[in-house]
């Protein structure tokens, strides 16, 4: 890290209103010269906000921002750019039907006698890609990349502008585990080169491992700042939620009751050769785990009829069932939230009262098929209470939302249906500790009403912490199934990784 004393960037005073929302008041931050700053705070704590600011997405209400120690105004993408500020969003920012060379010159394309100079360009990316260690062709189409790699097509598109600041807003959270660690020594590599990262996660160990210093924001306002050898788990927590969480994952011993989902020689189109045969009872949180591609999210999705299965049974409390849709699925009892909530869990420009009222249209509709308004406030409200969604109100629209209170509307319009089996896919990706608990806590709460609950996470702390047991899938198939008493990070992944049971 540099030794320069005027820090690169710095943040004076900013602050943002929205219509019935604070999002920044008074916030202010530095950044030194080839440092990791990593920007935390709980989903709606103003992290976002200020980032599309400092990129020129959106403008402040008031505040002050310096590069170099010189006042600058930045009001437009291009106006960040021109002063080497860069973002690269959650949900990547490419053209995959373009090759890799269009996507780094995309809008500043080199010419030569008004034509594309393509020779130049392809030089060009290549000399990007070498910086960021991705050896792909330059001419190849963006699509057929994989997510890690687009990833790194967006840092080395961000270096070809002459990036000084680069920030990153969750870049790990849909990479493999050999994906991220490669972002890592990418990260490890600009700042050595003195590139300045402002780095955003709600994986709190990736933070302890890349930053030279922690900024925390809550409510809005900041929170404080921890040096590198304040880094620890439990500090950051500390002042993201502004209480200690001792006991994150407050399970307790519940007694299951009847097998709710049985699952018999069930084989999946993703992985024909392999049958599937597992149980869950009434008042069971089983947790599954399994490296990227075990194919998980595969299963859930045939438990809930998005597709068909090749064979097998289904029963939900003893009866079977053969679902060709969700439509059936629901009707059995069994809900989904999944993986990805704004492509497939919410209607983003529908309100929060829409959006719980979705699965409930048929079952509550009125004679002569008139929608249940009244039902659906009702239910709406609850929901809202219950699981503490902070909305402005029902009527808010979804994607105004953080993404902890999405994903709390997600599995509300499934709750307000009364299932006898919940699906969780990745629940708490993306969203920050005080959400995480909330989910954790309403896990805990469904499982001793008599839900069966079955969660796929790729967090092993999440696995081992909320598991009654766990079933472990390796390659399409079940390898082995740990009870909560043998659950631990190493029988997990040797299940994970093709070992045999024991």
Avoid at 49 to 76: C, F, H, R, W, Y
Avoid at 379 to 388: A, F
Wanted: aromatic share 2%.
């Amino acid at each position: 890290m540099s030794d320069t004393k005027t820090p690169l960037l710095e943040v004076r005073g900013m602050s943002k209103r929205f219509p019935g929302v604070r999002a920044l008041h008074e916030v202010s931050l530095t950044l030194g010269h080839g440092e990791v700053l990593a920007v935390l705070g709980e989903n709606g704590a103003g992290k976002s906000t200020l980032m599309k600011i400092l990129a020129g997405v959106q403008p402040a209400d008031s505040g002050e921002l310096l590069l170099d120690g010189k006042a600058v105004i930045i009001n437009s993408v291009q106006a960040a750019l021109d002063h080497h500020v860069a973002l690269i969003h959650q949900e990547l920012n490419l053209a995959d039907n373009l090759s890799v060379a269009a996507n780094i010159y995309l809008g500043r394309e080199l010419l030569k006698f008004g034509l594309l100079d393509r020779q130049a360009m392809m030089a060009g990316t290549r000399v990007e890609l070498k910086k960021v260690g991705l050896e792909v062709a330059p001419g190849a189409l963006v699509s057929s990349l994989s997510i890690g790699q687009q990833q790194l097509v967006e840092i080395a598109k961000a270096l070809s502008i002459n990036a000084k600041v680069l920030i990153m807003d969750e870049p790990t959270s849909s990479l493999s585990a050999q994906e991220t660690q490669r972002l890592f020594t990418v990260v490890n590599d600009l700042r050595d080169r003195g590139v300045s990262i402002i780095y955003i996660s709600h994986r709190l160990g990736e933070v302890k491992e890349l930053a030279d210093r922690v900024t925390v924001l809550r409510d809005g306002e900041n929170a404080g700042d921890l040096h590198r050898d304040e880094i620890d788990h439990d500090a950051m927590v500390r002042l993201m939620v502004g209480r200690d969480v001792s006991q994150f994952y407050a399970r307790k011993q519940h007694v299951p009751g009847e097998v709710m989902l049985q699952v018999e020689d069930l084989v999946t189109s993703a992985h024909p050769q392999h049958e599937l045969n597992f149980s869950v009872r009434s008042g069971e949180i089983v947790g599954l785990s399994g490296l990227v591609g075990a194919g998980r999210t595969e299963m859930l999705q045939v438990l809930f009829g998005v597709d068909v299965a090749l064979a097998g049974q289904i029963r939900v409390a003893g009866e079977v069932t053969d679902f060709s849709s969700p439509r059936d699925a629901i009707g059995a009892g069994i809900a989904l939230v999944p993986e990805d909530r704004k492509a497939q869990g919410l209607v983003l420009g529908m309100s929060v009262t829409h959006n719980i009222g979705l699965p409930g249209l048929r079952r509550h509709q009125r004679p002569c098929g008139f929608r249940n308004g009244e039902q659906e406030d009702r239910d709406t409200e609850e929901m809202i209470r219950e699981l503490r969604v902070r909305t402005p109100g029902p009527g808010q629209i979804s994607q105004y939302l953080s993404g902890g209170n999405q994903q709390k509307v997600v599995i509300g319009k499934w709750l307000s249906l009364r299932p006898r089996v919940l699906l969780l896919d990745e629940p708490t990706r993306g969203i920050d500790v005080g959400a995480r608990q909330e989910i954790y806590a309403l896990m805990e709460d469904l499982a001793a009403k008599g839900v069966a609950v079955l969660f796929v996470s790729s967090e092993m702390e999440e696995i081992l912490g909320m598991s009654d047991r766990t079933l472990v899938m390796h390659e399409g198939r079940i390898s082995g199934e740990l009870l909560r008493d043998e659950l631990s990070e190493q029988a997990v992944m040797h299940l994970a990784t093709g070992g045999s049971a024991a």
